[in-house]
C-alpha cells in the first residue's frame, strides 16, 4: 500500500493546525478532514458564532487549496453559483466567467437561505465535480468539497434541504459551544488578531489527492462491513423511520472510515471508527414517521439505539 506513514504524519499536521483556530474540537476536525479525504462533502449544522465558517476557513489554508465563500440568500440566482457565458465584442464569442463553485473548497454559507433552484446549482458539482453552462461542461479542480452551513433554530424564510440533496453530503457535524477553559483560550488567542491571519498551508493539493489515494487501501475486515450493512439496514425496519438510509449510506461509511483510520495513523478499520461516524454519515438521511416526531424523537436517537443493539464484531452482545 502506499506510504502510510507519512500519510498519517501529513493529516496529523493538517488536524493540528486547523485546532490552531478551533479550539476544542480535534474529533469534529478530523471528521472534516476524513470527509475530504473520502471526497465527501459535509454539512456543519450548528448555531451561530460557534466556529463554521472558521473551520472552513483554516481548513482550506491548511491545505494549500484555493477558498471561495457563497452567502445563500433567496435572491441568489443558479449563475451566481456555477458562472455565467458573457459575449465578447472583441472576439464575436461567448466567454466563460466562472463562479464561485469552481474553487476548490467552497462555503455554502446558511444554504437552506436560497431557493431550492440555487440550491439544485450545486447537485451536478457535488456528485460529478463538473458544472455546465450553456451546455458546455467544465470540470473542477481536484481536490474539490463543499462545506455548508445552516442554523438549526431559525427556519423563517429558509428553505429546507430536500431529502435528495442532504443524501449528498457524507456527513453532518456539529461544533457544540465550547467548554469553559476552552472559550478562555479562545478569548486569549483573539486579544490582538485572529490566529487565521497568521495560519500558514502544512500541505497542497497534490498531498491531499496522495491521501485520497492512500485511503483506498487501508484494510476493511469482512466483519467490519457486514456491521455497516447491518447498522443500515436496521434503519429500513425501524419503527420509528417512515424512509431508511440508502446503500450510500453504507458506502459512504465505508470510505469515512477508512479516511478516519488513516487521520489516526492506522491502516485498518475498526468498531470505533464506525461507531463514531455513523451518527453523522447516517442521521440526516433518516425521514421519521409523524408519530415518532410528535413523541420528540430525533434521527440521531434512532442511530444511536441501533448502535446499542446491533452487536460489535468480535464483542459479546
Not at 17 to 36: F, M, Q
Not at 288 to 317: E, I, K, Q, W
Request: proline fraction near 6%; hydrophobic fraction near 45%.
Amino acid at each position: 500500500m502506499p506510504d502510510t506513514i507519512s500519510s498519517t504524519m501529513v493529516a496529523r499536521r493538517i488536524v493540528d493546525n486547523v485546532s490552531k483556530v478551533i479550539v476544542g474540537k480535534r474529533s469534529v476536525i478530523e471528521e472534516a478532514l476524513a470527509t475530504l479525504i473520502a471526497q465527501g462533502h459535509v454539512l456543519v449544522e450548528d448555531v451561530p458564532g460557534v466556529g463554521k465558517t472558521m473551520l472552513a476557513k483554516s481548513l482550506a489554508t491548511s491545505i494549500g487549496c484555493s477558498f471561495k465563500r457563497i452567502q445563500f440568500t433567496p435572491d441568489l440566482l443558479p449563475s451566481d453559483v456555477t458562472g455565467i457565458s458573457i459575449y465578447n465584442q472583441q472576439t464575436g464569442e461567448f466567454q466563460f466567467r466562472q463562479g464561485p463553485i469552481m474553487a476548490q473548497v467552497v462555503l455554502a454559507d446558511e444554504i437552506n437561505r436560497a431557493t431550492p433552484k440555487t440550491q439544485s446549482a450545486l447537485l451536478e458539482a457535488m456528485e460529478e465535480h463538473q458544472v455546465t453552462v450553456d451546455g458546455v461542461t467544465h470540470h473542477l479542480q481536484q481536490p474539490f468539497m463543499v462545506i455548508a452551513t445552516q442554523n438549526p433554530i431559525e427556519y423563517e424564510g429558509t428553505f429546507p434541504l430536500p431529502e435528495a440533496q442532504l443524501d449528498r453530503f457524507l456527513m453532518r457535524i456539529s461544533l457544540g459551544y465550547p467548554d469553559f477553559m476552552e472559550e478562555m483560550s479562545v478569548i486569549e488567542q483573539q486579544e490582538w488578531v485572529h490566529p487565521i491571519e497568521s495560519l500558514q498551508p502544512v500541505a497542497a493539493a497534490e498531498v491531499i489527492i496522495g491521501l485520497q489515494e492512500a485511503a483506498k487501501s487501508v484494510y476493511v475486515d469482512r466483519l467490519m462491513r457486514e456491521y455497516i450493512v447491518t447498522v443500515v439496514e436496521g434503519t429500513r425496519k425501524h419503527r420509528d423511520v417512515t424512509l431508511g438510509a440508502s446503500p450510500r449510506a453504507s458506502l459512504g461509511i465505508f470510505r469515512a472510515a477508512r479516511a478516519l483510520a488513516l487521520v489516526r495513523d492506522r491502516d485498518y478499520v475498526i468498531p470505533d471508527d464506525i461507531k463514531l461516524l455513523a451518527p453523522a454519515v447516517i442521521a440526516h438521511r433518516l425521514v421519521l414517521s409523524p408519530a415518532a416526531r410528535m413523541h420528540g424523537v430525533r434521527n440521531a436517537d434512532v442511530v444511536t439505539s441501533l448502535l446499542n443493539n446491533v452487536p460489535v464484531p468480535g464483542a459479546t452482545r
